[in-house]
């Protein structure tokens, strides 16, 4: 059964007259187009009962017909018609219910499917669509794995600036700026997130941004970065060292990469998502620094860098075979230290399989 069918069949059994979903990655996951419509509008409708539809600006009509399968109706407007009267005019009904992915749709999207059509109620589809993607295809995870490759050479070109670089005074900035100019010339359209290099105890907020300062020397530094190939995202997190790194950082990474390493060990179809968030905090909290894990251990990838599951939330879900998520614990002590180890994983029928390839033990440099 395809995905389109899938949905239909889930309108089908609960009586939905049909989708209206307007997110682009969702649009490209059920159709194979990707288009980003901007301030313009783009909506793919699911029937229950017939073939669906694709609303898109008159631009962007001939590349849809070109890529989405043939069974899907294709229709433009022009920039100085009403698009959802167009909606309304090609489908010739009048929907009691709908669904759409509340997480995605806009007051300007649900103003418009009121404007034509009255006395709606709404049912949120996400759920149903984020199950779908949590099992990825064998086509996805080779692209999940090319992706992971591409982060691994993003290390390395960095591990190397940072390293002939710390003498010249060279910046976080410096290095975001090198990897991305490296990426794109090995022909990467984009990286999967803003990537992140933050030295020292800059590092112990974990979402810091990069500045134009300059990488200090005896101190750790942490790279966060992904890259998307073919629509699928990396993500990984590497903290290297440069100079002489003191004990107690050294002893700081030691206990993360334990923590990594037993929460990737244990990863197995026919546990939940929090069990495996448990293994890698109990390490952390016996060592003496539960306080400093201040985030949940993952997140599910696959078209975006961050996808349903939690893993670490508050949801119970059972790992299975083909789930793809990180496993990225982290200790961040304010004014002193920040470390994180990460990867994604791919799980197998036996235990889960790394899509980054790049040492995770303390490279000092």
């Not at 300059?214 to 750790?220: Q, T």
């Given at each position: 059964?395809?995905k389109?069918?899938?949905?239909?069949?889930?309108?089908?059994?609960?009586?939905?007259d049909?989708?209206?979903?307007?997110?682009?990655?969702?649009?490209?996951?059920?159709?194979?187009?990707?288009?980003?419509?901007?301030?313009?509008?783009?909506?793919?409708?699911?029937?229950p009962?017939?073939?669906?539809y694709?609303?898109v600006?008159?631009?962007e009509?001939?590349?849809?017909?070109s890529?989405?399968?043939?069974?899907?109706?294709?229709f433009?407007?022009?920039?100085?018609?009403?698009?959802?009267?167009t909606?309304?005019?090609?489908i010739?009904?009048?929907?009691?219910?709908?669904?759409i992915s509340?997480?995605?749709?806009?007051?300007?999207?649900?103003?418009?499917?009121?404007?034509?059509?009255?006395?709606?109620?709404?049912?949120?589809?996400?759920?149903?669509?984020?199950?779908?993607?949590?099992?990825?295809?064998?086509d996805?995870l080779?692209?999940?794995?090319?992706?992971?490759s591409?982060?691994?050479?993003?290390?390395?070109?960095?591990?190397?600036?940072?390293?002939?670089?710390?003498?010249?005074?060279?910046?976080?900035?410096?290095?975001?700026?090198?990897i991305?100019?490296?990426?794109?010339?090995?022909g990467?359209?984009q990286?999967?997130?803003?990537?992140?290099?933050?030295?020292?105890?800059?590092?112990?907020?974990?979402?810091?941004?990069?500045?134009?300062?300059?990488?200090?020397?005896?101190?750790?530094?942490?790279?966060?970065?992904?890259?998307?190939?073919?629509?699928?995202?990396?993500?990984?997190?590497?903290?290297?060292?440069?100079?002489?790194?003191?004990?107690?950082?050294?002893?700081?990474?030691?206990i993360?990469?334990?923590?990594?390493?037993?929460?990737?060990?244990?990863?197995?179809?026919?546990?939940?998502v929090n069990?495996?968030?448990?293994?890698?905090?109990?390490?952390?909290?016996?060592?003496?620094?539960?306080?400093?894990?201040?985030?949940?251990l993952?997140?599910?990838?696959?078209?975006?860098?961050?996808?349903y599951?939690?893993?670490?939330?508050a949801?119970?879900?059972?790992?299975?075979?083909?789930?793809a998520?990180?496993?990225?614990?982290?200790?961040?002590i304010?004014?002193?230290?920040g470390?994180r180890?990460?990867?994604?994983?791919?799980?197998?029928?036996?235990?889960?399989?790394?899509?980054?390839?790049?040492?995770?033990?303390?490279?000092?440099?």
């Amino acid at each position: 059964m395809n995905k389109l069918q899938h949905i239909s069949n889930f309108l089908a059994e609960n009586g939905v007259d049909m989708t209206f979903l307007t997110q682009p990655t969702t649009i490209n996951y059920l159709t194979g187009l990707h288009i980003d419509p901007h301030e313009r509008i783009a909506g793919l409708i699911i029937l229950p009962d017939d073939a669906p539809y694709l609303f898109v600006p008159a631009l962007e009509v001939a590349k849809a017909e070109s890529i989405v399968d043939s069974s899907i109706r294709v229709f433009g407007y022009q920039d100085s018609e009403n698009p959802w009267l167009t909606v309304a005019t090609k489908i010739k009904r009048a929907p009691k219910k709908i669904a759409i992915s509340y997480p995605d749709t806009t007051m300007l999207y649900m103003e418009g499917l009121r404007s034509q059509f009255a006395n709606v109620s709404y049912v949120d589809i996400s759920p149903l669509i984020g199950r779908m993607r949590l099992r990825k295809s064998d086509d996805e995870l080779k692209k999940l794995k090319v992706s992971g490759s591409y982060a691994d050479k993003c290390f390395e070109i960095g591990f190397k600036l940072a390293r002939e670089g710390l003498a010249a005074g060279i910046t976080e900035t410096d290095i975001v700026a090198k990897i991305e100019y490296e990426m794109k010339r090995m022909g990467v359209p984009q990286m999967s997130f803003e990537t992140i290099v933050l030295s020292g105890a800059r590092a112990a907020n974990p979402h810091g941004e990069p500045e134009n300062v300059a990488i200090e020397n005896n101190k750790l530094l942490l790279f966060d970065l992904g890259t998307m190939f073919d629509g699928y995202a990396s993500d990984a997190t590497r903290t290297i060292g440069l100079g002489e790194i003191s004990s107690f950082d050294q002893e700081i990474h030691k206990i993360v990469l334990e923590a990594q390493l037993a929460a990737t060990d244990a990863i197995k179809p026919g546990l939940f998502v929090n069990e495996i968030d448990k293994v890698a905090r109990d390490v952390i909290t016996k060592a003496g620094y539960g306080e400093y894990f201040v985030h949940r251990l993952g997140h599910g990838i696959g078209m975006e860098v961050h996808e349903y599951p939690s893993i670490g939330g508050a949801d119970e879900i059972e790992i299975e075979k083909g789930f793809a998520f990180s496993v990225e614990p982290g200790i961040y002590i304010p004014g002193k230290v920040g470390v994180r180890i990460e990867d994604c994983i791919v799980v197998s029928s036996t235990g889960a399989i790394n899509l980054t390839q790049t040492p995770k033990e303390l490279q000092i440099f």
